[in-house]
């Protein structure tokens, strides 16, 4: 509760000076309450020219001089009442003063330049940017304007009226409940959003007000007017809601009927202006003083509807609006007397807060609930009867509301009633369900994958660890032997590098350059040279072509060739066939040399036996004897040994042949067993390599796994036996 005063300010009508001149003086001493001097011309004093001068002194909170701007006068008369209202307290602020001494000027504005803006458009824009920073609480704001004349409400903010006179518009009656809480009918309130929402209903209300003028006077009003933002705040989740409102009243003016010097209706105006103002300084005197029970608010409109402002619960100010002119000295003593008495009129503003009535019957009906949850979980009693449709629908809101939360620590609070538990499950089960269905159905297949695999992904990766750790295991095995058996294959590699260095030898010796009888060409050297497919390009090329064998074979794999090779059921057969080659080429290259020698031999012959026949010419020629016509015997013995070696030439050559077709045969044969043996060799190795990616393969130990080649079988036994024993065969059949 916060006790104060009403606060009283005063603000002089700029005017001439010259008529202000000596009339008024402002004390502001910053110790002291400012005071305002009022001083009685010597000629006007009681009506009659006296030459005493009188003065009248009154204390304001701050007298606000002619200079004084609308800005100023909001900050220091209207925010700090607009705050409280935010605070939740009630607050108004009325002008009093005399017809044309600023009233209308000072709440609502002149609308000359935005910055003769008065108290209720700056107080408004002041209230919305306060709403907008505060996001703590949730604010509603409404809008009345209800103008009094000769005892009667009018509601300014009926939009159907386009009023010409003040009677078509809606009549405000004043209503009083059992508890003396004042209610106007036919006031209506607007909601105002925003700022600009607000302004429009002042705009529309001022408008109403300026058409709908009272028949006196066109350039004053002579009702009153109150203008009255109507603030709601609440907590978001809280059933408190707390209500202030704010009246900014710009009074009728104050004159006296004496002076209007008005007769007929325009009296009974002024009398009734008066007489609602008589009734409010009734009831200020009445509120002044200490011991009066009875304060008469109910005698005038104004102060019924102004009830709460005028000691009651609300922070109150008034500002006297003064014309401080020669002519007007009367009135404005007689609004400082006024404002003086105000003064000393006490209020009492409290926070309005009540509970919102349906807020409080849906957190009882709460309460009640988990009370009975709390009670069956006590008793070990469950319910048992199905949750009706309102409890069904109500608990699918909260799922979805909390399944839309994003706060992470939002919990999903059903109480404690099992069914309402299970009833929350089995939701949350379709809901996935239907996510997943919706998922497989739309996602592309490859996501679609991906997410079948997601849940089986932690169990997945543990497998595949597993199965890697079993592949080394192998692969270390796998190396182990192939180290072992390289040196085998190395020296089986030196044997038969030494086996081709000896077929290199024959290239050149084994085969005779050519036919002594024909052209002198080698018919072989090229199939002799064919013979070694490590020195031919076109046999290796020919070889890897039909074996699809890369020509660079990765170390590794190479060396699992190699055993491969070695344990396979045809590798007998293939080194059998290497060593009846070699034997062939053995027997080729011997053949050869001899073919060489006979070839040599059968020169000389024939050089021999040309010699002795050019002698034999020669020694007849020298003896003038005749040529003998028959070869004498050692011609003839030449020609002999000739012809024998001739016939072992062609013998020897023949062989050779025969040979070389045999080689070219083996070689086939070996060829043809190296492409099987490639291609079964491809094949192993891509199972097992396929082995190695299977992920859902079983546990496989090094002990069991390691069969990487065939067995040998009984062919490979019997081709093992002694090459005298075996024919030459076709592994490829
Ligand atoms: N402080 C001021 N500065 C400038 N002009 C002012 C000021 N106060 C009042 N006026 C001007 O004086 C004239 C009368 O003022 P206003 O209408 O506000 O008086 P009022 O007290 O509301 O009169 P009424 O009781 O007839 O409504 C207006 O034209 C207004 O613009």
């Known amino acids: 509760m916060v006790k104060q005063t009403i606060q009283i300010f005063a603000r002089v009508k700029p005017t001439v000076r010259k008529q202000q001149q000596g009339i008024y003086s402002i004390d502001e001493d910053e110790k002291l309450t400012p005071s305002l001097e009022i001083i009685l011309p010597r000629d006007l004093a009681d009506g009659f020219v006296n ?60 609308a000359e330049r935005y910055s003769d803006r008065g108290i209720i458009p ?90 709908a003028e009272t028949p006196m006077n066109q350039a004053s009003t002579r009702s009153h007017c109150i203008f009255t933002i109507h603030l709601s705040s609440k907590e978001p989740g809280s059933a408190t809601v707390r209500h202030a409102k704010l009246h900014l009243v710009d ?78 000295i009367d009135e404005s003593i007689s609004t400082c007397r006024f404002a003086q008495r105000v003064a000393l009129i006490k209020n009492e503003a409290v926070l309005n807060e009540e509970i919102d009535p349906k807020l409080m019957i849906i957190r009882l009906q709460k309460e009640i609930q988990e009370l009975k949850d709390e009670l069956a979980i006590v008793t070990g009693e469950q319910r048992t009867e199905a949750l009706t449709e309102a409890e069904l629908l109500q608990l699918e809101k909260l799922i979805t509301s909390f399944l839309e939360d994003q706060d992470p620590e939002s919990k999903l609070e059903v109480g404690t009633d099992m069914r309402k538990i299970h009833h929350c499950f089995h939701y949350l089960k379709k809901l996935l369900n239907d996510k997943k269905i919706h998922r497989q159905s739309t996602a592309p297949s490859e996501n679609k994958d991906q997410n079948c695999r997601e849940p089986l992904k932690e169990e997945e990766y543990k497998k595949l660890r597993d199965i890697l750790q079993q592949r080394d295991n192998e692969i270390n095995i796998l190396v182990n032997m192939l180290k072992k058996e390289k040196k085998k294959a190395q020296d089986a590699l030196h044997l038969s590098s030494v086996d081709r260095s000896q077929l290199s030898h024959g290239q050149s010796s084994p085969f ?60 007998v057969t293939i080194e059998d066939n290497k060593q009846i080659l070699k034997q062939r080429f053995a027997e080729a290259k011997a053949l050869g040399e001899s073919i060489n020698e006979a070839r040599s031999k059968i020169g000389r012959l024939k050089e021999e ?101 065939p067995q040998m079988s009984e062919a490979q036994h019997e081709r093992s036996q002694p090459l005298s024993n075996k024919r030459l065969r076709d592994p490829g059949k």
């Open 51 to 110: 030459n005493k001068r009188e003065s009248y002194r009154f204390k304001f909170q701050r007298i606000f001089d002619q200079d004084a701007k609308q800005e100023t006068i909001f900050e220091n008369i209207a925010k700090p009442v607009a705050e409280s209202v935010l605070a939740g307290y009630n607050g108004t602020i009325f002008a009093y003063g005399q017809t044309g001494s600023g009233k209308t000027f000072t709440i609502t504005g002149g």
């Open 609 to 709: 036996i040309t010699q002795r026949h050019v002698q034999q010419v020669a020694l007849g020629i020298s003896e003038n004897i005749p040529v003998p016509s028959m070869p004498d015997q050692l011609e003839e013995k030449l020609r002999s040994q000739l012809e024998e070696e001739k016939r072992r030439y062609k013998t020897m050559f023949a062989r050779l042949k025969a040979l070389k077709v045999e080689i070219e045969h083996l070689q086939l044969l070996m060829d043809k067993a190296k492409v099987k043996l490639q291609k079964e060799f491809e094949a192993w190795w891509a199972k097992e390599a396929t082995s190695l990616q299977q992920v859902n393969s079983p546990a496989v130990t090094p002990s069991n796994h390691v069969k990487p080649f």
């Open 251 to 328: 009074l009728a003016g104050s004159e006296r009927v004496a002076k209007t010097g008005v007769g007929g209706q325009l009296l009974t105006e002024a009398k009734y202006i008066n007489l609602s103002l008589h009734y409010l300084e009734q009831v200020i005197i009445a509120l002044s003083e200490k011991h009066r029970s009875h304060i008469p608010y109910r005698n005038s409109m104004m102060t019924s509807v102004l009830r709460d402002s005028l000691g009651g619960n609300c922070m109150t100010t008034m500002i006297a609006t003064l014309s401080l002119e020669k002519r007007n």
């Open 512 to 571: 005779p350059p050519g036919n002594p009888d024909g052209p002198k060409t080698l018919p072989f050297s090229a199939s002799t040279q064919a013979l070694d497919s490590s020195t031919s390009p076109y046999r290796s090329s020919l070889l890897h072509r039909k074996t699809g064998m890369r020509e660079e074979m990765s170390l590794g794999r190479q060396e699992a060739f190699e055993i491969f090779k070695r344990d396979h059921a045809d590798s």
């Open 122 to 211: 700056r107080t408004l824009s002041y209230i919305f940017e306060q709403l907008q920073k505060d996001s703590s609480k949730i604010y509603t704001t409404h809008i009345s304007y209800l103008e009094i004349y000769n005892e009667c409400g009018y509601d300014l903010l009926d939009p159907r009226h386009e009023a010409s006179s003040l009677e078509d518009l809606p009549k405000v009656t004043v209503l009083e409940d059992p508890d003396q809480n004042i209610h106007l009918k036919n006031l209506s309130l607007h909601q105002a959003a925003t700022e600009e929402e607000a302004l429009n209903l002042l705009f529309l209300g001022d408008t109403n007000r300026m058409i």
